[in-house]
């Protein structure tokens, strides 16, 4: 099943929304996100942000605490349809790979719980993509290959069956670098045990 396909049912949107995050973990993510834009655009205001994709929202009203617009975009509508973004009108269908919005239109993107579901060739587009509608910042997690889980995997140990595709920073950097960007800086819950890190990048 390809990624875009994966949550596009009305069950897979309510599982998601209701149940896939629960206790500490609900606010982990919005708290390293809120982390490397304070550190990196810190000072300023923040006038716009997109969150892409945006799933069901979750991130959604933490970012409006740091920018009066703040817009969601998501490839499945079932998702999005349980979000904020959609009953403020602020949520829109469409693919990471090709963004409906002109270079630089917000001044922050953040993406979360995305990069590690594509395949090389998407990977590569959607990071050029953040980069182009980007004005200032781009903050977006990704699954670190110097990780606890992958060094097991690497061993051959025994780890939950997991489809996630680990990259390594160095080589993140490289494909930002191909895009015309460069890396800022990283943040995670825990140095080498918590597998996904959010990537700052500008
Ligand atoms: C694991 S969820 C993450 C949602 C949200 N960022 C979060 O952290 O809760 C992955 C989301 O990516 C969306 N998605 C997958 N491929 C996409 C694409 N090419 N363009 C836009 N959204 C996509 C899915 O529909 C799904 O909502």
Redesign the pocket.
Same mark, same amino acid.
């Given at each position: 099943m *390809? !990624?875009?396909d994966?949550? *596009?049912s009305a069950k897979d949107?309510a599982h998601?929304a209701d149940a /896939?995050?629960s206790g500490a973990q609900a606010d982990r993510?919005l708290q390293l996100v809120t982390r490397l834009i304070e550190r990196f655009d810190g000072g300023r205001a923040t006038r716009s942000i997109l969150?892409?994709?945006?799933?069901?929202?979750?991130?959604h009203d933490g970012l409006a605490h740091l920018s009066k617009l703040v817009c969601g975009?998501?490839?499945?509508p079932a998702?999005?349809e349980r979000s904020a973004y959609r009953r403020a009108s602020r949520g829109l269908v469409?693919?990471?790979?090709a963004l409906p919005f002109r270079d630089g239109a917000f001044d922050v993107v !953040?993406?979360? /719980?995305?990069l590690h579901?594509?395949e090389e060739a998407?990977l590569t587009e959607?990071v050029a993509e953040l980069l182009r509608v980007s004005d200032r910042l781009v903050v977006a997690?990704f699954w670190d290959a110097a990780c606890w889980t992958e060094t097991r995997k690497r061993l051959g140990l025994r780890v939950r069956t997991d489809a996630r595709r680990a990259i390594s920073r160095q080589r993140l950097a490289l494909l930002v670098e191909r895009a015309g960007g460069r890396v800022l800086g990283h943040a995670s819950s825990f140095r080498f045990f918590s597998p996904q890190t959010f990537v700052a990048l500008r």
């Open positions: *390809q !990624v875009e994966r949550w *596009q949107a998601y /896939r995050f993510d969150d892409v994709p945006a799933g069901t929202g979750r991130l975009v998501d490839v499945s998702m999005l469409a693919d990471a790979r !953040v993406s979360c /719980r995305l579901h594509l998407q959607v997690s």
